[in-house]
Nanobody, 121 residues
Framework: QVQLVESGGGLVQPGGSLRLSCAASGTIFRIGAMDWYRQAPGEQRDLVAG???????MYHDSVKGRFTISRDNAKNTVYLQMNSLKPEDTAVYYC???????????????WGQGTQVTVSS
């Protein structure tokens, strides 16, 4: 089995910063792309940022220049550094990873349980 566990969410004032972490554990052979999504109440889950195994990144336009995604392959962990936070960044943040559990098998997509980020004064 594979588990993704997020941490680092919380309440922060506008303009503040938070760093989210997502650690994968269990039977893991190889992790491919790792992504962060977010979902605000009543809205769909949107892709915020993604990073390939080799370190190529992409960002939603709304977070470019403010958020930075990174990963530590040795620790099976992906991070999201969020700076200059705005009230509209308030959402539950989820990590997603493409993981192959054994050599020669296809990757499957796994989700974490989510961590709440609230930006409010």
């Amino acid at each position: 089995q594979v588990q993704l566990v997020e941490s680092g969410g919380g309440l922060v004032q506008p303009g503040g910063s938070l760093r989210l972490s997502c650690a994968a554990s269990g039977t893991i052979f190889r992790i491919g792309a790792m992504d962060w999504y977010r979902q605000a109440p009543g809205e769909q889950r949107d892709l915020v940022a993604g990073i390939t195994r080799s370190g190529s990144t992409m960002y939603h336009d709304s977070v470019k220049g403010r958020f930075t995604i990174s990963r530590d392959n040795a620790k099976n962990t992906v991070y999201l550094q969020m700076n200059s936070l705005k009230p509209e960044d308030t959402a539950v943040y989820y990590c997603n990873a493409d993981i192959a559990q054994t050599f020669g098998t296809n990757s499957n997509s796994y989700w974490g349980q989510g961590t709440q980020v609230t930006v409010s004064s």
